[in-house]
């Protein structure tokens, strides 16, 4: 005759090990982390709105924070995000440039609106060098030429 099971061992069963893993709060909180870096990316990107032209050449490698001077869409001029009236320009790069500790003054990323006149930045371009700053970038983004 057989035991079955209701007149089986009287000893308990032990419950195996569950060998899967629940994934699912990890992927709440990767979910909940993507979103809240979605939305600081964005407010993280400091200084005036320019829309810069494209261009093939590489980043810079720098050591020191450089100067930003930007030209905006209507041509108004701003040093590190400060607005900066045309003509008292030179006197703020000569105070820029007295207080550099290395040769040519610091590093100085000029930052204009691709739809700015060219006259507007070559005048930009040429009070930074009549104050003896002469470590001058142009800034663009990198991408493929337009045209």
């Not at 939305?39 to 490698?61: C, E, F, I, Q, R």
Request: proline share 7%; glycine share 8%.
């Amino acid at each position: 005759m057989a035991m079955g099971p209701i007149m089986g061992d009287h000893r308990q069963k032990r419950r195996t090990p569950m060998a899967e893993i629940n994934v699912t709060p990890m992927v709440d909180v990767m979910l909940v982390l993507l979103i809240i870096f979605m939305v600081t990316a964005p407010l993280l990107v400091a200084g005036v709105p320019v829309d810069l032209p494209d261009s093939k050449a590489g980043a810079l490698d720098q050591e020191q924070k450089p100067v930003q001077i930007s030209l905006d869409a209507n041509g108004a001029l701003f040093i590190d995000e400060q607005p900066v009236s045309e003509p008292e320009l030179p006197a703020r790069l000569a105070q820029i440039a007295s207080s550099a500790t290395e040769e040519g003054g610091p590093r100085i990323f000029l930052r204009a609106d691709r739809g700015l006149d060219y006259g507007l930045v070559m005048r930009v371009m040429g009070e930074i060098n009549a104050a003896g700053l002469r470590k001058v970038a142009l800034v663009s983004t990198q991408g493929s030429e337009t045209g």
